[in-house]
């Protein structure tokens, strides 16, 4: 089975940075690219970042020289490096892996930024 497993959320105040970190099934990790989502109370969820197989990544216009992702194919994890955070950065922050027109999501972790 499909495994994705996040971590790393947490309270920062405004201008602060956290690393989230999702562990994947090492079968569904090494076959494709992927992503980053978030979904903040009341609104759809959207494409934060996204990293293919070969490393190339792209970023929404709002996290664009703040956030980076990164993969670890060793360790079939997916990191989010998420610096000078706002407080419209605030949402539940989702791992995805997208094989065969299907996603696969993990349980998110909660992403809070105070002012």
């Known amino acids: 089975q499909v495994q994705l497993v996040e971590s790393g959320g947490g309270l920062v105040q405004a201008g602060g940075s956290l690393r989230l970190s999702c562990l994947a099934s090492?079968?569904?990790?090494?076959?494709?690219?992927m992503a980053w989502h978030r979904q903040a109370p009341g609104k759809q969820r959207e494409l934060v970042a996204a990293?293919?197989?070969?490393?190339?990544?792209n970023y929404a216009d709002s996290v664009k020289g703040r956030f980076t992702i990164s993969r670890d194919n060793a360790e079939s994890t997916v990191y989010l490096q998420m610096n000078d955070l706002k407080p419209e950065d605030t949402a539940d922050y989702y791992c995805d892996a997208r094989r065969f027109g299907v996603d696969y999501w993990g349980r998110g972790t909660l992403v809070t930024v105070s002012n």
């Open positions: 990293i293919t197989a070969g490393g190339t990544t």
């Open positions: 090492r079968s569904i990790f090494s076959i494709g690219g």
